[in-house]
């Protein structure tokens, strides 16, 4: 009504409204499509791709001092990196630009991926696999970034989701295919990264450079701040928006990365020792995290207002893996939890996307990165610190259960006092 006050709307709201420039159907968009899930499922491949050879690193580096903590060090160092130098890669995407850092560090990827096949030394494999995860820092930002270029609205919401669905089945995929080529020789497996000297040409043939959206970018993020001065001009960089989505991120890899983690250990403390059952019960709950991504995909809802019902659902799901006394009711758990973690991801990543414009996508995706595999990183030493606390794993699940349910109050309980509250700005149309 005319004179009336309310509050305007979200950037995703706004967001949803402006079209995707590019094309979104044809054989040029499905390349584009697969090329950049495909760049997305590299630094899963670092992740998991040499864990089944470890044991066989072991024996081969016996000899070598302080062998029994440095090898499983080169399993999780590119993760370490990548939390560290995610930010500075978002900076540096945003000053040379999306594509050509992206084809750059592929190549560089197959580089620094294959170079443990000629080195001898564990301490100079250690420090290739660092390089690999600045590699993924660069490639999964570039990757996240030109996605939320090159896709607006709906369109966004579907390919980040698309993006989570990927990384999790690569992961059984990369695991499988890991062990398989790995019974030949604990090196071969160090072959598979050379395939993205396949990805880098098609990349830089088949990518196009993004451009900003002035109409939808950062014009239309002030005029939703009602700040008509500074509409025709770029923005200061959100830092308070963006704070509180990476802290929440930050919080939610915890959550997410428990139950691949953790799983095999939780089965063991209920006497499973086969390790087909184990293997199996983690393939199920990572296809409930599939699952979960696709139901959050089809959904088409906003992401923040369905935050707190994705943490009450993974809250949920570590409840019944704290109480299970049975394997069937842990993997019941484990499938409940992991659905809420496949929509969990793409709802945090599609929330921060949406707090960006164009000239900051860059470094606020390489913020959100750090974030996450920060998360990543530190989840296994907090339910470590956290077990011996309360005595088991299991008890470890159960709190982390507790906080997630905190957080889910949390949200809701902001997410109410939102829409309660009445915003005395101009509505967007009152300022032209």
């Known amino acids: 009504m005319p004179g009336s006050v309310s509050p305007p709307p979200s950037p995703a709201a706004v967001d949803d409204a402006a079209p995707s420039p590019v094309a979104v159907s044809g054989p040029a968009h499905l390349v584009r499509v697969a090329l950049l899930m495909a760049g997305s499922c590299l630094p899963i491949l670092g992740a998991v791709l040499i864990a089944?050879?470890?044991p066989k690193m072991q024996d081969h580096f016996a000899s070598t001092p302080g062998a029994k903590a440095l090898v499983p060090l080169a399993l999780t160092v590119p993760a370490l990196s990548l939390a560290l130098l995610a930010p500075f890669a978002g900076v540096i995407v945003d000053r040379l630009g999306r594509k050509r850092l992206l084809v750059v560090m592929t190549v560089l990827y197959a580089v620094f991926g294959t170079a443990p096949l000629w080195l001898d030394s564990l301490g100079a494999i250690i420090a290739s696999r660092a390089l690999v995860g600045v590699a993924e820092a660069a490639i999964m930002t570039c990757c996240t970034t030109l996605i939320g270029d090159y896709y607006s609205g709906h369109r966004r919401v579907k390919y980040?989701?698309?993006?989570?669905?990927?990384?999790?089945?690569?992961?059984?995929?990369f695991f499988v295919l890991g062990g398989a080529v790995g019974a030949a020789g604990w090196k071969v497996p160090f072959w598979v990264y050379a395939v993205s000297l396949v990805l880098a040409p098609l990349m830089a043939s088949s990518l196009p450079s993004p451009a900003a959206r002035p109409a939808t970018e950062a014009a239309t993020q002030a005029a939703i701040e009602g700040d008509p001065v500074t509409s025709a001009h770029r923005?200061?960089?959100?830092?308070?928006?963006?704070?509180g989505i990476c802290a929440l991120t930050f919080f939610g890899a915890m959550v997410f990365y428990t139950v691949p983690v953790e799983m095999a250990y939780l089965l063991d403390d209920l006497g499973v020792a086969d390790s087909g059952v184990i293997g199996l019960a983690t393939a199920i709950a990572s296809a409930a995290t599939v699952g979960g991504a696709v139901v959050f995909a089809r959904l088409k809802r906003s992401p923040d207002p369905m935050l707190p019902a994705v943490f009450a659902l993974c809250a949920a799901g570590f409840a019944v893996m704290f109480l299970a006394g049975s394997t069937p009711l842990l993997v019941v758990g484990a499938v409940i939890n992991c659905l809420g973690t496949g929509m969990m991801l793409p709802a945090l990543l599609t929330s921060a996307m949406s707090r960006l414009a164009f000239e900051d996508r860059g470094r606020g995706t390489g913020l959100w990165m750090a974030a996450f595999f920060g998360g990543e990183f530190v989840c296994p030493l907090v339910l470590l610190a956290v077990e011996s606390g309360v005595g088991s794993l299991a008890g470890a699940v159960g709190v982390l259960g507790v906080a997630a349910?905190?957080?889910?109050?949390?949200?809701?309980?902001?997410?109410?006092?939102?829409v309660g509250a009445v915003d005395p700005r101009p509505l967007p149309e009152q300022l032209v």
């Open 160 to 173: 980040l989701a698309l993006q989570t669905m990927c990384a999790s089945a690569s992961a059984t995929v």
């Open 52 to 54: 089944p050879v470890l």
């Open 235 to 243: 923005r200061p960089f959100p830092w308070r928006q963006l704070a």
């Open 405 to 418: 349910a905190l957080v889910a109050v949390g949200l809701w309980v902001a997410a109410r006092r939102r």
